[in-house]
Nanobody, 125 residues
């Protein structure tokens, strides 16, 4: 069983930055594609960013392009998302996810096998 634990969320003012970390309890994490999703209050979960197993390919939602950066460290079994120039509309619960034995980027939620419990990000104006 693969467990994912997000950390790094919290309150931040508009224009500020936050770095989220997802720690994965799987030694073969390098065989998993990974991604970040978010669920704003009262809305459905939405895709934010994805990264391939090697880290060589990334893909972003339009809302994240130019502001967010996803990365991973397969030695430390971690996935990161650096979020800059945050806006109030970025307020959401952020989830990391892993897709087993997928070497490409994955942008569709139901194609992920494992999910973290989420971490709250609140951006105030």
């Amino acid at each position: 069983q693969v467990q994912l634990v997000e950390s790094g969320g919290g309150p931040v003012q508009a224009g500020g930055s936050l770095n989220l970390t997802c720690t994965v309890s799987r030694r073969t994490f390098s065989s998993y594609a990974a991604g970040w999703f978010r669920q704003p209050p009262g809305k459905e979960r939405e895709f934010v960013a994805a990264i391939s197993w090697s880290g060589g390919n990334t893909y972003y939602a339009d809302s994240a392009k130019g502001r967010f950066a996803i990365s991973r460290d397969n030695v430390k079994n971690k996935v990161y998302i650096e979020m800059n120039s945050l806006k109030p509309e970025d307020t959401a619960v952020y989830y990391c996810a892993a897709a087993s034995y997928v070497h490409t980027v994955v942008v569709i939620a139901h194609e992920y096998d494992y999910w973290g419990q989420g971490t709250q990000v609140t951006v105030s104006s």
